[in-house]
């Protein structure tokens, strides 16, 4: 198994972690390789390999998966799958949560790496906290891992890639149409090039602004059966967008992830008075 990345530059007579005096022709073609598949300056290489996908590999050890990625601006290959020990929790009834991510580390040590940040052991655990300080520490998140007290461990995938987003302009009412409340207010069918991709934002405008109350618009997932906000989108009356509400909208992580063909829902729980027309800005991840 080997890991690799670059490009990191020296002068020194003695490089060190992933410093070279001068890159072979087999590694610049690996760089452009992944630069190719990769549009943005952080996170997972889509398609490549097995995506640095993590899966549980029996007790105390999880398996990070062949592939590739940036972090920070720095391309990394894993070559193999690499497994990672995750040590039980400790003190009865504890768990805990630890993070495995893609660390760029600059300063003596010049690498990418998978590494894992430990969590507290705790009977209500979180997960520990990354670091993403550009040309000092930089953390790409592959996964969460729950661990109990004999060493079971459970997976939570948190890999983005390395893509830039894909935003849908969708209008649901024309500029003179009334918003109501209701269900069902327009549907969108997800397109193939968007299958499993993962929703990062949603906001939403109107043509004529609310005078009193503030429009509420829920987005449903008919396909999958689940509500795609745990805060809906909101727009402050005598305002046009749902950038500056009070309340923003949040998109629920563990309900974001669409597949070609799910139908969309979208509702509105509150009108508002005299507003009309309405369209929804979805980001996805590519």
């Known amino acids: 198994m080997t890991q690799i990345s670059g490009f ?18 087999t590694q610049l073609s690996l760089a452009m390789q992944i630069i190719a598949a990769c549009s943005g300056k952080e996170g997972v290489a889509r398609e490549y390999d097995d995506e640095l996908e993590v899966t ?21 290959n894993n070559n193999a799958s690499l497994n990672v020990n995750i ?6 009834g504890n768990t805990r949560i630890d993070r495995i991510v893609l660390r760029a580390s600059w300063s003596t040590t010049f690498t990418v790496r998978v590494t ?32 109990n007290t004999s060493g079971a461990v459970t997976v939570t995938d948190e890999r983005f890639y390395a893509d830039l987003p894909e935003i849908i302009y969708w209008k649901i009412l024309n500029y003179d149409e009334d918003l109501v409340i209701g269900d069902g207010l327009d549907y969108l069918f997800i397109p193939a090039y968007l299958h499993k991709k993962k929703i990062l934002s949603v906001h939403a405008g109107v043509h004529t602004k ?24 909101t727009i402050d009356a005598n305002e046009n967008t749902s950038y500056t509400a009070t309340t923003p909208p949040v998109v629920n992580s563990s309900n974001n992830q669409v597949n070609m063909g799910d139908q969309l829902r979208a509702d509105c729980d509150v009108a508002g008075s005299g507003t009309k027309g309405l369209d929804l800005i979805i980001v996805f991840e590519e």
């Open 8 to 25: 990191w530059t020296t002068e020194d007579t003695t490089p060190a972690g992933d410093q070279v005096s001068g890159y072979t022709q």
């Open 56 to 76: 549980a590999n029996g007790a105390n050890t999880v398996a990070v998966g062949k592939g590739s990625g940036v972090s920070d601006g720095k391309w990394y």
């Open 87 to 92: 040590p039980s929790a400790v003190g009865v």
């Open 116 to 147: 894992r940040i430990a969590g507290v052991d705790s009977t209500d655990p979180s997960a520990p906290a990354i670091t993403q300080t550009s040309g000092t520490t930089y953390d790409i998140k592959l996964a969460q891992v729950l661990v």
């Open 210 to 233: 609310s005078t009193s109350g503030t429009p509420t618009i829920p987005l449903y997932n008919v396909t999958q059966g689940f509500d795609i906000l745990s805060t809906d989108v």
